[in-house]
């Protein structure tokens, strides 16, 4: 079952398994993993969502031993992946971590912990599901990318840097998003003639902020999977080059990102939308890991690194419910 909500909506929606058409689907960041819902997208009221209370006592996987990343050990890795940027001299790389959370012999509410998203995060595409075992949970705003079937406009977004909203940009947070930017305007200019740019600007996620340049461009219908193929991953959860930075993601990470940074596809009559799949969480029986990551650059700096990775757990941790919330 799925559950999601696109940004800016009040609309519950879910895939109604009354066709073969895969209408919603979820890529792992490696694209090995896909999960397809069939159907056709239907809304479900409010009310009817929250009767069908989903809990963590539906999911029957089970973490049975985990060494959790400690603070210590992810500044010496980062400290690793800046000298690694350096040597290589790479604009950035993007390095992921892992933040267990343990229900303590709590029931998780993940129907309310949905609903706790949509409100914290309106401008985000909110998803739940839960199958063959597998269970995830995103809130997140960032378009990979949006097609029009009808004028045949696609849209997407560099939306890169990661600061609290109270603090002002520098040139770390303006270097880590323009490389973003360059790879995908690089990326239409092979697919169209007719691309704009927008100015870039502040794009507000609950308690942080990005920087966002919008992207506008007329293709061919047929050339769509083959944009999204060569976007993804984009610099915002891989780095430049794309092929060289995916492997030494492999040696800097030491398990798998599965769901997370890959992408969502949902298809309506009307376009396609692509989201990239940031700020989720994976759900097990009795225990949870927030994915979070961040762009390191030259300019990098460890402590900040984890405290940054920490903000963006909060937009998963915050919403939490459990049954004696």
């Known amino acids: 079952m799925v559950y999601f909500r696109f940004p800016f909506s009040d609309h519950i929606l879910t895939a109604d ?7 919603v689907s979820f890529f792992s960041f490696d ?27 539906d999911i029957s996987e089970v973490l049975y031993e985990f060494m959790p990343e400690e603070k210590g050990e992810y500044i010496d890795k980062i ?60 809130a997140f705003s960032e378009v990979l990318g949006k097609f029009n079937k009808e004028t045949c406009q696609f849209e997407t977004m560099s939306l890169a840097a990661t600061l609290p909203l109270e603090e002002s940009w520098n040139t770390k947070e303006i270097e880590e998003q323009k490389p973003v930017t360059d790879f995908i305007k690089t990326t239409l200019n092979g697919f169209s003639d007719q691309v704009e740019q927008s ?64 992408f969502i596809k949902v298809e309506t009559s009307q376009d396609i939308q ?28 460890p402590e900040k690194e984890w405290q940054e990775t920490e903000l963006k757990a909060e937009a998963i941790l915050n919403n939490l419910c459990f049954s004696e919330d």
């Open 17 to 23: 398994h009354s066709s073969d058409n895969n209408v």
């Open 31 to 57: 694209r090995a993993q896909h999960i397809h819902f069939k159907g056709n997208i239907k809304e479900i009221s409010k009310e009817k969502f929250q009767q069908s209370v989903l809990s963590n006592e």
């Open 79 to 138: 400290a690793d992946v800046i000298s690694f940027v350096k040597t290589e001299n790479l604009s950035k790389l993007v390095i992921s971590r892992r933040k267990l959370v343990k229900y303590k012999n709590r029931k998780l509410n993940l129907t309310q912990t949905f609903l706790n998203l949509c409100e914290s995060y309106p401008n985000a595409f909110v998803y739940l599901f839960l199958e063959n075992g597998k269970c995830w949970i995103g």
């Open 199 to 262: 100015e870039t600007y502040d794009h507000i996620s609950g308690n942080i902020k990005h920087l966002r340049t919008d992207f506008k461009a007329k293709i061919k219908s047929e050339d769509v999977e083959s944009i999204i193929e060569a976007l993804h991953p984009t610099p915002a959860v891989c780095g430049i080059p794309k092929d060289f930075c995916k492997k030494a993601i492999l040696e800097f990470e030491k398990y798998p990102r599965n769901f997370y940074s890959g």
């Open 274 to 301: 692509y989201f990239v799949n940031l700020r989720c969480a994976e759900f097990l029986n009795n225990a949870a890991f927030i994915y979070v990551g961040g762009g390191i650059t030259a300019d990098s700096s």
